[in-house]
């Protein structure tokens, strides 16, 4: 039987040499769409009861704005000062909403196209504590802590984008906060930024910055590579004034916006999982518009992110199986309309990492996945709800979202994988075994997908390493990159401009490039 020469050592050698891109055994954008929780039928009542929410129902509390361009568009406002849109109107915003949407990066190499059903992982959460892994000790996130998120993510190969994990609270001024939000997000990776801003004012003063870091606002608005995070809806059915303003400048600004509505169910949601779908995708459809209605076909995510409560303390529930189930039947609902569509889903109720935040990390992730979900965002780092964050985690969860993406890509039947030569001469004239065939020596990185982090070894081999730690390689690699990662797509010199207009809370010191 032939074999490789060189035997042990030149399967290692294969094993640690960088794979070309398309030879990697998972790449962005795997197409999903193998777990469908909903039949065709369920799908379009879901579709149909969304329209009559809108029809009947309407959204309250529309601003001036919204009112005037939505009933030019068709709306109606009735006299109990609700915002109703008819069948024909959503309509007419589906006709004009791209079903392609590609979302920018600095690096263009790390462009995400959004459509059917490709699947591609997110950070998101803004939580407001951060936890030591070691101590299982909480305390207030800072801006240094995101920046230092971002650098990580940076780095993971299986998260596609970054978007807020935490709220720097050692900055108290919100324009501020919502300023160095961005700024330290974009500073620290060059793949796309997802970001929200809680006045409008701010995003407005934010896009100069953009502008600066893009070269000009030409530029920026040829590839806007930051989206706007907009909770324009307070569930059920009641606009928010000041984030609708931020969607209004957002959208007249060139950035590409999430429509999140983010119902609870048994809260603000209803408590069957059918009425929750479909009060979000009512929601984020009388949002997509409104974006419609200021300029039609304007880049758009909707954002279904119905969450789940724990009906016996009111409590939410990030890591319960149901957020997984609603996801899932959410991304159905946006393939069943052609729109590009994100979920939040991959948090865990756990308080740090432990048995049950990697196995509710992992199986809400995988559904969601599998459902084809174009975005699945809050998909690493994300704790207690979503109170807490933890950096090292970026690191465990990437090797989840990895393991997620393999299941996504299934597998591949041609005449080389059906394997009936190589089967055949193992079992005529071989050893009786495929160990070192060249068949398994050359698909070993591009059929399997390996962790970085998990322990494979044997009891004895890992009782003879001296019981190898997770956590404790996971720690080591987070101080690495830290140390030695500061990402240097933004210039010193256009980092200069900016710090000398903008009020920029961290030093170049402290972000490593001082």
Not at 18 to 36: D, I, N
Not at 461 to 486: F, M, N, Q, Y
């Amino acid at each position: 039987m032939p074999r490789r020469s060189g035997g042990r050592k030149a399967r290692v050698a294969i094993r640690t040499a960088p794979l070309a891109e398309e030879l990697k055994p998972v790449r962005p954008g795997e197409s999903g769409g193998q777990y469908r929780p909903l039949t065709e039928d369920d799908t379009k009542a879901i579709v149909e009861n969304s329209f009559r929410i809108l029809e009947e129902v309407g959204f309250s509390q529309a601003t001036p704005h919204c009112i005037e361009t939505c009933t030019a568009y068709g709306a109606e406002l009735g006299k109990d000062g609700r915002l109703r849109m008819s069948r024909d109107v959503v309509q007419n915003a589906l006709d004009v909403t791209p079903n392609e949407l590609t979302l920018c990066a600095q690096d263009p190499a790390q462009d995400l196209t959004l459509s059917g059903s490709k699947v591609y992982f997110s950070t998101a959460g803004a939580a407001v504590m951060v936890v030591d892994p070691v101590t299982g000790e909480y305390r207030d996130s800072t801006a240094q802590d995101l920046y230092d998120m971002a650098r990580i993510t940076d780095t993971c190969e299986h998260i596609h984008m970054f978007q807020r994990t935490c709220v720097p609270r050692d900055i108290l001024d919100n324009c501020a906060m919502d300023i160095n939000t961005t700024y330290n997000a974009i500073m620290g990776t060059s793949k796309h930024v997802g970001a929200s801003w809680t006045e409008a004012y701010h995003l407005q003063e934010t896009l100069k910055l953009l502008h600066m870091a893009a070269g000009s606002e030409a530029a920026w608005r040829a590839r806007p590579f930051v989206s706007q995070s907009n909770c324009f809806v307070v569930p059920p059915m009641k606009f928010a004034v000041e984030s609708l303003e931020c969607l209004r400048i957002a959208v007249e600004g060139g950035m590409p916006v999430l429509l999140l509505s983010a119902g609870q169910a048994g809260a603000t949601a209803p408590p069957c999982l059918a009425g929750t779908i479909s009060q979000a995708w009512a929601e984020c459809l009388g949002g997509l518009v409104y974006v419609n209605a200021i300029k039609p076909g304007a880049p758009a995510i909707v954002g279904t992110w119905p969450f789940v409560s724990d009906l016996r303390t009111g409590a939410m529930s990030g890591g319960s199986p149901e957020q997984g189930i609603l996801s899932a039947a959410c991304a159905q609902i946006g393939q069943y309309l052609s729109l590009p569509m994100g979920t939040g889903c991959g948090m865990s109720d756990s308080k740090m990492p432990d048995f049950q935040a990697g196995s509710e990390h992992g199986y809400n992730a995988a559904v969601a996945a599998l459902s084809g979900a174009n975005i699945i965002y809050e998909a690493a780092g994300m704790y207690a709800s979503l109170l807490g964050t933890c950096p090292e985690s970026l690191l465990l969860d990437n090797d989840i979202l990895g393991a997620c993406l393999r299941m996504v890509k299934g597998v591949t039947v041609n005449t080389e994988t059906l394997a009936f030569d190589a089967l055949k001469e193992v079992c005529l004239n071989g050893p009786g075994h495929y160990l070192g065939t060249d068949q398994t020596l050359s698909v070993m990185q591009t059929e399997y997908i390996y962790p970085e982090f998990s322990n494979r070894m044997s009891p004895n081999d890992w009782k003879d390493a001296g019981r190898p730690d997770l956590l404790t390689g996971v720690i080591a690699r987070k101080k690495e990159i830290l140390s030695s990662h500061v990402p240097r797509h933004i210039s010193d010199e256009v980092d200069a401009k900016i710090r000398a207009q903008f009020p920029i809370f961290l030093s170049r010191k402290a972000m490593g490039r001082g």
